[in-house]
């Protein structure tokens, strides 16, 4: 390893067990710094956390790390920051070597656009709880949950892809119980962006589990929608404590009205925030499906309150039956012809029963919608579905396309002729009797 400078680029051009050259730094916390580097074998651009060189004097603290990073190097989740390596090098520095991530962290989103919409935020806690379910599944609660460890990544089709960090590093630095005059707790930086986020049974120093993660999780929610936290009040680290022991905060459709938020979401986020961790969701995948739930009622009662379009089936048919009425009683066809489909130029009078939907009476709209057009009854020729059998009659003259009358309703001119004669035989017999009967008198 080559020896580091001193000041601000300390471990500049460093290598690491001869594996990872750190390259430039990315940021500073309490315990240690990033770095972006470059590990040397494969190429890959990797994060490196280095912890403070005073810290690597606690031989307990080295093991514990130790094994914590034989656990975190585990976790598989999409949504957990993938972890290369920890190890420690000869002078003693200990490091992690992590995927580097190209994103923003929730807390520079936060401090520029706050507050986020609930839903965007729901999204957001939902993805949080697919990495803590792996998490606590292998036993790792992970205790420093706040909106600096939380990434955000553009994906293809996700363009705020979750990444959680620092797994199990708030468990190791700050050990089995807290103490409120321990440096830990007084040191810049760590006090207010620590004890905020932290369970009431964690403050205490009692066992965790993954409930204690659901809590963060829960202040989280209430100040990226609120834009403040459950207790902005709360003066210094005592009074902080005082008020996650003690003080129940308002409901967050309470402390920013604007919020629009339902009151299944202010239930989801308040039960979060449960003092007794019994009274909390269970686990993660219990408040997951419950961000599901009030996401999915909130879009069911949007959906409901529109105004509804009428189907285009169910308005063709009313519309049918409006106009047309009942069909008329039809005159039964024979062979092929009742197998033969409705063409769309059927006459008004002769509705097809078997295909409502393609009724020529709906005309579309430009929103989309269907509305009926004026009904216009055509002069055409009945289709074949409906055609009446032929009539025996005489072959009928035409003059200018229009057919002559059939013989049922006028009369023939023969018929005419025959019965003046008739008549004209009757007068002739009834004057010759009368003459004859004169004559014999």
């Not at 940021?27 to 972006?36: D, N």
């Not at 003693?92 to 070597?97: N, S, V």
């Not at 049974?201 to 009692?206: A, I, N, P, V």
């Not at 009662?301 to 047309?324: C, F, H, V, W, Y």
Request: hydrophobic fraction near 40%; glycine fraction near 8%.
């Amino acid at each position: 390893m080559v020896k580091p400078r001193k000041g601000d680029d300390f471990y500049l051009n460093t290598v690491l067990n001869n594996r990872f050259k750190v390259e430039s730094k990315i940021g500073e916390g309490g315990f240690g710094a990033v770095y972006r580097g470059v590990q040397l074998a494969t190429g890959r651009k990797v994060a490196l956390k280095l912890l403070h060189p005073e810290m690597t004097k606690d031989e307990n603290l080295v093991a514990r790390f130790r094994r914590e990073g034989m656990v975190l190097c585990n976790l598989r989740d999409a949504h957990t920051i993938t972890t290369y390596d920890f190890d420690q090098t000869p002078d003693g520095t200990l490091y992690i070597a992590m995927e580097l991530l190209e994103g923003r962290s929730l807390h520079a989103i936060f401090h520029e656009q706050a507050p986020l919409e609930w839903k965007r935020v729901f999204k957001i806690l939902g993805e949080m709880c697919s990495s803590l379910a792996e998490a606590h599944a292998q036993g790792i609660v992970h205790r420093d949950l706040k909106p600096e460890n939380i990434y955000l990544e553009s994906r293809p089709g996700n363009p705020e892809f979750v990444k959680i960090l620092d797994f199990g590093i708030a468990k190791v630095m700050r050990g089995e119980s807290i103490d409120p005059q321990s440096p830990q707790l007084t040191a810049t930086g760590q006090t207010l962006g620590t004890l905020e986020y932290m369970s009431p049974e964690q403050l205490m120093g009692k066992a965790l589990d993954g409930r204690s993660d659901v809590y963060a999780l829960g202040v989280v929610a209430y100040e990226m929608i609120t834009g403040r936290l459950p207790f902005p009040d709360a003066k210094g680290p005592a009074g902080l404590i005082t008020a996650q022991l003690k003080q129940t905060p308002p409901p967050p459709s309470q402390a920013n009205p604007k919020a629009a938020l339902p009151k299944s979401a202010d239930a989801v986020i308040l039960k979060c925030l449960e003092k007794d961790k019994n009274n909390r969701y269970p686990d993660v995948q219990a408040l997951a499906r419950a961000l599901q739930d009030v996401v999915n009622h909130a879009g069911d009662t949007a959906a409901a309150s529109q105004p509804r379009i009428m189907g285009a089936d169910l308005l063709e048919t009313r519309q049918d039956n409006k106009i047309l009425g009942s069909p008329p009683a039809m005159p039964p066809a024979t062979g092929p012809a009742m197998s033969a489909p409705m063409h769309a130029s059927s006459p008004a009078g002769a509705p097809s029963p078997f295909a409502v939907q393609s009724s020529p009476h709906i005309a579309p709209m430009a929103s989309g919608a269907y509305a009926p057009a004026p009904y216009a009854p055509q002069a055409q020729a009945p289709s074949q579905a409906y055609a009446q059998p032929p009539m025996q009659q005489p072959p009928q003259a035409s003059v200018m396309g229009m057919h002559a009358q059939p013989p049922a309703m006028v009369a023939p001119a023969s018929s005419s002729k025959w019965i003046w004669w008739v008549v004209a035989l009757l007068v002739l017999g009834a004057g010759a009797g009368a003459v004859l009967a004169l004559l014999m008198k």
